[in-house]
């Protein structure tokens, strides 16, 4: 069983910068992959950026040039860093790890979240 726990979200203009944070728990976390998602009001879970094991890096085309994902291990945690933070990224930012699988776009390869994190920018 793995437990995540995001932080790190607020407000911010547009713009902006921001860094979440998803802290690991439960299980050996440097075997996972990580990803991140984010669902904003009335709108679909929407896949942002993942991470393999191994370090490499997925990401959305809306997010590709303005954010970053990265892990640390030592601290077993997942970052998502933000810039040039535009009032459409405003949404509820979640983690989630996949058990033994690829952590790909799609979140039903995901068997544990986050309960999540607001990330609201203003216009």
């Known amino acids: 069983q793995v437990q995540l726990v995001e932080s790190g979200g607020g407000l911010v203009q547009a713009g902006g910068s921001l860094r979440l944070s998803c802290a690991a728990s439960?299980?050996?976390?440097?075997?996972?992959?990580m990803g991140w998602f984010r669902q904003a009001p009335g709108k679909e879970r929407e896949f942002v950026a993942a991470?393999?094991?191994?370090?490499?890096?997925h990401y959305a085309d809306s997010v590709k040039g303005r954010f970053t994902i990265s892990r640390d291990n030592a601290k077993n945690t997942v970052y998502l860093q933000m810039n040039s933070l535009k009032p459409e990224d405003t949404a509820v930012y979640y983690c989630?790890?996949?058990?033994?699988?690829?952590?790909?776009?799609?979140?039903?390869?995901?068997?544990?979240w986050g309960q999540g994190t607001q990330v609201t920018v203003s216009s």
């Open positions: 989630a790890a996949p058990e033994g699988r690829i952590p790909t776009s799609n979140p039903q390869v995901y068997d544990y």
């Open positions: 439960g299980r050996t976390y440097s075997s996972y992959g």
């Open positions: 991470i393999w094991s191994g370090g490499s890096t």
